[in-house]
């Protein structure tokens, strides 16, 4: 029903952008919506600023490691400077770091890796053989873990969303930007989350190589965070954090450049990105709010 009544509203407006409403930012804010695929846009102290496209559930790719973290972080929670735990790489993701038909990040068998790196190789470079690793670490298998996604995605009311895997990996996990940013909303309070998606790079276990973070955006407008994905049938996707003038910035971006292959889909969602998250901070300061 929310998704009806969300589709409708986008289409009577005529703009692909809903007004804001009561709670909401004055309806002359202007933003450079995508012309495909949805987004949604909050400010902190202000309201939501609008979404755009209709709100129905797509495949995310790799943003569903927000999730996955959330999960992570509230089943064994870390405070700052904490490594947390460590955890024993096993014989699967050792052998998946070595495919070339997903995002990997290098670990080898029998390495025992703290959680907060762990996660770090999880989030910064994407790593999906490290998302499932910690979900059989956590759960005992990436089948239970992904039943503890879809309780706390039912819990924070994120009622269009459906989890399948824990990498994102698979087009059968669907959610909407609206949903997403309610997820966004709830993981970017933790502040070891914080941290570890504001993080430029990390480093490959027992090397020291270092592997940079796929969301290119970091430190451009005031982007703090958080994920990126990309895939050809979910096409480019992005979620973003800001902090502008004080108040926190939280924005999602689904769907663009559906078809045309990982590479080209991450592009256009980061240049999308970019777009809107200088149209938001320009907006901010411009008022001085």
């Not at 790593?127 to 924070?156: D, H, I, K, P, T």
């Not at 459906?162 to 997403?180: I, K």
Request: hydrophobic share 40%.
């Amino acid at each position: 029903m929310r998704r009806v009544l969300m589709f409708l509203l986008v289409t009577l407006t005529g703009c692909g952008s809903l007004p804001p409403g009561s709670g909401t930012a004055s309806a002359s804010v202007s933003l450079p919506w995508p012309e495909e695929g949805q987004s949604a846009v909050e400010v902190e102290g202000i309201g939501s600023l609008g979404v755009s496209g209709e709100q129905r559930p797509v495949p995310i790719a790799s943003v569903t490691k927000i999730m996955t973290a959330h999960v992570i972080l509230g089943r064994h929670p870390l405070a700052p400077g904490d490594d947390g735990p460590l955890i024993t790489v096993d014989a699967a993701a050792a052998e998946e770091s070595h495919t070339r038909v997903e995002s990997t990040a290098p670990v080898r068998e029998g390495q025992r890796i703290r959680l907060r790196h762990a996660l770090e190789l999880m989030l910064v470079p994407s790593g999906n053989n490290v998302a499932r690793l910690l979900a059989r670490w956590e759960a005992g298998s990436q089948e239970r873990f992904v039943g503890r996604m879809n309780a706390a995605a039912r819990r924070l009311g994120m009622d269009d969303t459906r989890y399948t895997g824990a990498s994102g990996n698979e087009d059968s996990t669907v959610s909407t930007a609206a949903d997403q940013l309610i997820l966004a909303r709830k993981a970017m309070a933790d502040p070891v989350f914080r941290e570890v998606v504001a993080g430029t790079h990390t480093v490959v276990p027992g090397e020291g190589r270092s592997l940079p973070n796929t969301n290119t955006l970091l430190g451009r407008d005031g982007v703090i965070g958080v994920k990126t994905g990309s895939g050809t049938v979910a096409g480019g996707n992005l979620v973003w954090a800001s902090r502008v003038r004080g108040r926190l910035v939280l924005g999602v971006i689904l769907g663009q450049a559906t078809g045309a292959g990982p590479a080209a889909a991450k592009a256009a969602v980061l240049d999308q990105g970019a777009k809107m998250s200088a149209a938001v901070a320009r907006w901010l300061r411009e008022r001085g709010r």
